[in-house]
């Protein structure tokens, strides 16, 4: 058995601490726009249909005035335009003419984060509890894993009410968390001593010896089972996109403007009403209300958000690399392991005996010492994630994958961090 790489393994504390403090070598400036020739992702390009989206509104005129302009077609772009739609339909409001929403995207639609992340829906269910608990207090520590479990548990509960289930590959395999070394395993049982002290429900966690988890998937590592799922990031988007227009009626009116960037958001009064312009480079919107849902991209617009007291863009790669045997021995649960630092999942399969490709994130913990932090181009790979992506699956479940074969697509994307570990 080739051991995991000790070289990667506990370098979640080292990182935390350079989310904390600024590269001392140069300021930190803001974010560029997303670069124009990304890394092809699974997600997006392994067909030629795989984003129906892609272009969509980059031709049409830009409506000089809306309500509400979002910046950013991703989940959380779109989803701030399908919830108030899906509210306003539900309460049957008057109302003295539609809402208009404008949704602006630089690139290709859902082309950023969520297009090029690696498919997990699994919340955190009490790993790094006792360093919530510490930076906020119990209550605080307690709501943002129900945040994260409302969420799920949202997302899950509108794609079954509307029958997306197959459309998307969405899979309730669970999710299991190896702990590769002691501190790992110590922590683990730290944090969930203290989440159940809190009275956190968790129920549904499994604590897995190394036995069982070596005998049933072939990894010599304890771990625990969480509820999980897994699903095609931007079928999702795409179909809450869809669902949000076919039901504007007569409370709202949806536009989606891809390839094209804000270049700049302007505030002024005008009778004491608030206006914004939004610059693009096909003209500008007045907009009452902006929302940036640009994640990692978001100090090119607000540059007070750069740096570590901000929002740090940081690059992850991911790859899709197929087994060398049959889904039987692999079977379906999603994965994470070395704090956090990797994660893979099985594509789903025709039948047993078929090989799934499977989708691998992580190895920002072999790029010392900046771990991809600010870093705001996902139009090349780094060799040195590359190389710990390849050699990762091979060393943990031997026999499993060839460490010779080469995936058969590789990307990156770019994410946003914070020093407190939660979004603004």
Known sequence: ????????????EH???????????????PAKLPSRNPTRSFWIDSSPDANPLAGEGSKDPLPSEADVCIIGAG??????AYHPIELLNVASLSVERPLRIVILEARDFCSGATGRNGGHL????????????ALFNTVEAIKSYELEQHTASLLVKIIKENDWAGDIDLVEGGHINLLFTEKEAKNAHKDFDMARQAQLNLDDVEWLSKEEVEEEYGAPYPGFREPGHNLWPLKLVTKLYKHAQAHTGQYASLSLHTRTPVT??????????STYAVVTNRGSISCSHVVHATNGYVSHLLPFLAGPDGIIPTRGQVMATRASVGADQIKIPSWSGNEGFAYWFPRPVTHDSEKPLIIVGGGREAVAPGYELYVDDDSETHPLAGKALREFLPSVFEGKYDPDSKPEMEWTGITGYTKMGDPF
């Open 1 to 12: 058995m080739v051991p995991v790489n000790p070289q990667i393994l506990g370098k979640l």
């Open 15 to 29: 990182s935390q601490k350079i989310l904390k403090t600024p590269p001392l070598e140069r300021p930190i400036p």
């Open 75 to 80: 989940i959380t772009g779109v989803g701030v």
């Open 122 to 133: 699994t919340p955190a269910v009490f790993l790094e509890f006792s360093q919530r608990q």
């Open 264 to 273: 700049a958001v302007t505030h002024e009064t005008i009778d004491n009403s």
